[in-house]
């Protein structure tokens, strides 16, 4: 598969250094030779300098024959016209990343795929709805919904007072309403088997239903957490904005903005009910005066990851219980969650998930990079005569590393276990180590 990145910005590198281990070609288009350098000689890749807006440049990329063509350079007009010209050219599939909400709606899909732009993606908003959904339970790291709600996957950090530490996961029953499917421990990821234990520190992945979530809400000890009712957020970033439309109305939202003009603005673009603060979020004589000792849930949204890391410190010492940090260096994330800090926001590694699902070739609505763990997460919908429905899960033979979560089967949820048998039309939720994906697509086409 010959996939065109133009852009080799932040989302651009990441996504060409997630594909490149995948025996795809890969060609990164940028002008600039510096972020072109950048890029370790030890991916496997082709990188070539001249403009994504250049008719020579993507010839030279060879932009006619890409099976897919990706345009997230930080400029949303350039990435909309080189798919455009790409497309042109002849290439099969385009991706623009974009800025503007509004192009995302259903009325305008037509529009821009009659220009040659068959898909859009705004790494924003797709950070705000993981911070909004990782709100709404205080007690967990992650939240993901699959097919619509039918099976949810949360990832909680396990304390002392977990009911379910140090016992041997086949000693825990056969008949569990949820099913661990990974663990991160001091920086290592395990897709665990029965023989496996869960200790004080890990962060532990459940798969379940959300009728089951009190459940295990008990027996990770997180009952005395209280639920999220006020929050404050550092930064008016584009990601506030959306994440203060997709807010739930019961919760009170503050912005903490250190720039009077982006203040200005932010108070035309939100709504009434939203409280604007000029001030230096991270003042803990400006924190207190704002109530930080009764918020729930501080998100620190600056340009700045150690900004946002350190924050996030200082808000848990104040008796936070939920904080999310936008942390956009990948380097730091690993310190982040050593730090203990709760929730990362990562916007390379969201679009990026969303990009990557667009070039496998079996049946896959969703695509999730685990932002701690070295894992992916992916909902494949079952071929007819497909290999996984040959057997019981048991005797299928998946690779080490590989465990299946749950499935969906006429809109009904179903935890897997060894005995069952996947058929074809289910929606399976496959869980695997980080570049894994590609590997096992053979089993569900």
Known sequence: MRIVIAGAGNVGTHLAKLLSGENQDIILLDESEEKLNSMDSSFDLLTIQ????????????????????????????????????????????????????????????????????????????????????????????????????????????????????????????????????????????????????????????????????????????????????????MGGSRIAVRASMLMPDYMNLKIIESDMARCNRLTEVVDDKVMIINGDGRDPSLLISEGISHTEAFVALSDNSETNILACLAAKRFGVTKTIAEVENIDYINMAEKLDIGTVINKKKIAASHIYQMMLDADVTNVKCLTFANADVAEFNVKEGARITKYPVKDISMPRGVTIGGLIRDREAILVTGNTQIKAGDHVVVFCLEGMIKSIEKYFN
């Not at 006619?64 to 990435?79: H, I, K, Q, W, Y």
């Not at 990974?182 to 023989?195: M, N, Y």
């Not at 089951?212 to 997180?222: Q, S, V």
Request: hydrophobic content about 40%.
């Open 50 to 233: 001249e403009s994504p807006v250049s008719l020579k440049g993507l010839r030279e990329a060879g932009a006619g024959n890409a099976d897919l063509f990706v345009a997230v350079t930080p400029d949303e007009s350039r990435n909309l016209i080189s798919c455009q010209l790409a497309h042109f050219l002849g290439a099969k599939k385009t991706v623009a990343r974009i800025d503007n909400y509004e192009y995302l709606f259903p009325k305008n899909k037509e529009y821009f795929q009659s220009i040659g732009v068959d898909s859009l993606i705004y790494p924003e908003m797709l950070a705000a709805k993981e911070i909004v959904d990782g709100m709404k339970l205080s007690w967990i790291r992650q939240w993901w919904e699959f097919a619509g709600g039918a099976l949810v996957m949360m990832g909680i950090k396990l304390r002392d007072n977990a009911e379910i530490l140090n016992r041997p996961l086949y000693e825990l029953g056969s008949e569990l309403p949820y099913h661990i499917v990974a663990i991160l421990r001091e920086g290592e990821t395990i897709i665990p088997s029965g023989s496996d234990t869960m200790h004080a520190g890990d962060l532990v992945y459940f798969m379940t239903m959300k009728k089951h979530i009190p459940h295990i809400r008990k027996i990770a000890g997180k009952e005395e957490l209280p639920d999220v009712r006020d929050v404050i957020i």
